[in-house]
């Protein structure tokens, strides 16, 4: 068996990186595809759950609330009790950042996103890509590195 070997150095950023401990990013997306599926057995319709993660996104703190109590019954307390521990190891780098940031750039939405953010992110992208899977593959034209 072949083992694969990175075509590039892992990139580590300031709030998160899709290499976790890794030199690959395989282990992400296969992460990300298995919380996916879990979601969707609880909640079949992907308009609705990514509606309801673009919704969510922008709330840091019903995030942080829903991710410290964890008692809820809900859709966003399952999917953020379901996600935190399996992306945190992406997200590590971003309590300190967000520590590091002077007060006045705590308002900036972009610099002062939180790992539960990310996470909603990251899953808000799965969701979106599946949506749009077919279309995508039957476009004519595509954009890509290689070409």
């Known amino acids: 068996m072949k083992l694969l070997k990175p075509e590039y150095s892992p ?16 282990e992400y997306f296969e992460t990300i595809r298995m919380l996916a599926d879990r979601i969707l057995e609880r909640e079949p ?12 996104s922008s709330h840091k703190r019903a ?6 109590n ?8 399952f999917i953020i009790s379901l996600t935190d521990p399996c992306l945190k190891k992406y997200t590590e780098n971003t309590e300190e950042h967000l ?16 790992g539960e953010q990310y996470h ?11 949506l749009f899977a077919a279309d995508f593959k039957r476009a004519k034209f595509r954009l890509s590195e290689s070409h």
Request: charged share 25%.
């Open 70 to 77: 964890k008692v809820s019954d809900n859709l966003m307390s």
């Open 99 to 114: 520590r590091m940031l002077p007060v006045s750039r705590l308002w900036d939405r972009r610099l002062a996103t939180t």
């Open 11 to 26: 990139v580590i950023g300031k709030t998160y990186s899709l290499f976790g401990n890794s030199d690959l990013t395989l």
């Open 45 to 56: 319709d992907i308009n609705y759950l990514v509606d309801n993660l673009n919704k969510f």
């Open 63 to 68: 995030l942080r609330k829903i991710l410290e």
């Open 120 to 130: 909603i992110y990251m899953l808000e992208i799965e969701f979106t890509n599946r």
